[in-house]
């Protein structure tokens, strides 16, 4: 009779079981720039501040809001990042870098809510040229 090494040491090699994955996982902002076939990935740290009306423009809205985020995808016309600050629809942002190359406003055009994450897609209200350079 012959015995198999997993019999000899009593394992058991062929159970179901889930491990997760090494690689990493698709961003929430990646699934949102699958809708902007122009943007790029980038890893730019900005600072945005909501202005203080209401994305309708009539109403105040309180004080401005500030948060320091990075800017994942970007297109010629567009920023996508990740915030805790939960934004909407036609929000205004003003959006600066460090080094002052990025200092513009934008409207907030698509938004995804996570639990704790707003997922935003701004779009530039003015021109900014080479803010982005594709090789």
């Given amino acids: ?8 040491v009593g394992i058991a090699l062929a159970q179901p079981a889930t491990a997760q994955s090494r690689a990493a996982r698709t961003s929430t902002v990646a699934q949102l ?27 105040p809205g309180g004080q401005g809001v500030e948060e320091s985020t990075v800017i994942e995808f ?5 920023v996508l990042f990740a ?4 934004l909407e629809f036609a929000d205004i942002l003003r959006l600066r ?10 409207a907030v055009v698509a938004v995804q ?3 704790g994450t707003t997922i935003v897609a701004a ?13």
């Avoid at 009779?1 to 000899?8: A, I, L």
């Avoid at 190359?101 to 934008?106: G, R």
Wanted: hydrophobic share 25%.
């Fill in 97 to 106: 870098n460090s080094d002052g190359s990025l200092d513009t406003e934008a």
């Fill in 33 to 59: 720039a699958r809708f902007f076939p122009e943007a790029t990935p980038v890893r730019i740290p900005v600072q945005f501040t909501r202005s203080h009306h209401t994305s309708n423009g009539n109403q």
């Fill in 83 to 86: 915030c805790t600050t939960p």
């Fill in 123 to 135: 779009r530039f209200l003015n021109s900014v040229p080479n803010w982005i350079v594709k090789p």
């Fill in 1 to 8: 009779m012959t015995v198999s090494f997993r019999e000899r």
């Fill in 74 to 78: 970007g297109t010629s016309r567009e």
């Fill in 113 to 115: 809510y996570h639990p």
